[in-house]
T-cell receptor, first 113, second 112 residues
Framework: AQSVSQHNHHVILSEAASLELGCNYSYGGTVNLFWYVQYPGQHLQLLLKYFSGDPLVKGIKGFEAEFIKSKFSFNLRKPSVQWSDTAEYFCAVTGNAGNMLTFGGGTRLMVKP | EAQVTQNPRYLITVTGKKLTVTCSQNMNHEYMSWYRQDPGLGLRQIYYSMNVEVTDKGDVPEGYKVSRKEKRNFPLILESPSPNQTSLYFC???????????FGPGTRLTVL
C-alpha cells in the first residue's frame, strides 16, 4: 500500500522568508504527485502536479516542487512567502495503475506579516 | 462554471439517524471519491467510483455507503451515524483515476 508522510506539521514563517515543505512517499511503481492547498475555510485547490518529464515542476502563486525519484521525495518550495500563503498544504500521490489518491497528514503554514 | 457541489454544507445530527450527503459534478468526470478530513490525519479516502455502478472501498469505508447510479452524482450515506464520524467531508471528481481531482466545498458533520 502506498503512503505519504509530511514531516512538518506546523510551520511559522515571517513574510519574505523562503519555504520548503517536505513530502516523502512510499510506492513501488510509477507515481503521479500532487500538492494541494487549503486556505482557511475553503476547499482544496491544486497547486501543482507531476506526471512525467522535467522533475522540477512550477505551479501557481510562485510555488514549485522537485521530484527526486531516488529519495522518493516531492518537496514544495517558494522563495519568498506572503501573508496570503497562510494555509494548510497537502502532498498526495497516486500510482498510475488505478490506485487511489493518498494524502499526507498536511502541513499548516502560518506566515506572520 | 465547472464545479463540484455538496449538500448540506453543515449538518448536526444525533447518533443513529440516517443521513445522506449529496455530491454532484458538472464536468462529465468518470472518477469520483469521498474523503474525510480530521486534524493531523490529512484526508483519508472513504469510497471511490471509477464509473457508473462501479464503486470500491478506500482507506476508511466502515460505517459508510455510496452509490453511483448516474455519472454526475455520488451520494455518501451514513446508515447509522456515530460520534466518531464527526468530521469534515469532501467529495472530489476527476477525468480518470490518477488525474487531478477537483474538490467540493466540504460538508462539516457533527454527530451528537
Amino acid at each position: 500500500a502506498q503512503s505519504v508522510s509530511q514531516h512538518n506539521h506546523h510551520v511559522i514563517l515571517s513574510e519574505a522568508a523562503s519555504l520548503e515543505l517536505g513530502c516523502n512517499y512510499s510506492y513501488g511503481g510509477t507515481v503521479n504527485l500532487f500538492w494541494y492547498v487549503q486556505y482557511p475555510g475553503q476547499h482544496l485547490q491544486l497547486l501543482l502536479k507531476y506526471f512525467s518529464g522535467d522533475p522540477l515542476v512550477k505551479g501557481i502563486k510562485g510555488f514549485e516542487a522537485e521530484f527526486i525519484k531516488s529519495k522518493f521525495s516531492f518537496n514544495l518550495r517558494k522563495p519568498s512567502v506572503q501573508w496570503s500563503d497562510t494555509a494548510e498544504y497537502f502532498c498526495a500521490v497516486t500510482g498510475n495503475a488505478g490506485n487511489m489518491l493518498t494524502f499526507g497528514g498536511g502541513t499548516r503554514l502560518m506566515v506572520k506579516p | 462554471e465547472a464545479q463540484v457541489t455538496q449538500n448540506p454544507r453543515y449538518l448536526i445530527t444525533v447518533t443513529g439517524k440516517k443521513l445522506t450527503v449529496t455530491c454532484s459534478q458538472n464536468m462529465n468526470h468518470e472518477y469520483m471519491s469521498w474523503y474525510r478530513q480530521d486534524p493531523g490525519l490529512g484526508l483519508r479516502q472513504i469510497y471511490y467510483s471509477m464509473n457508473v455502478e462501479v464503486t470500491d472501498k478506500g482507506d476508511v469505508p466502515e460505517g459508510y455507503k455510496v452509490s453511483r447510479k448516474e455519472k454526475r452524482n455520488f451520494p455518501l450515506i451514513l446508515e447509522s451515524p456515530s460520534p466518531n464520524q464527526t468530521s469534515l467531508y469532501f467529495c472530489a471528481s476527476s477525468f480518470a483515476d490518477g488525474y487531478e481531482q477537483f474538490f467540493g466545498p466540504g460538508t462539516r458533520l457533527t454527530v451528537l
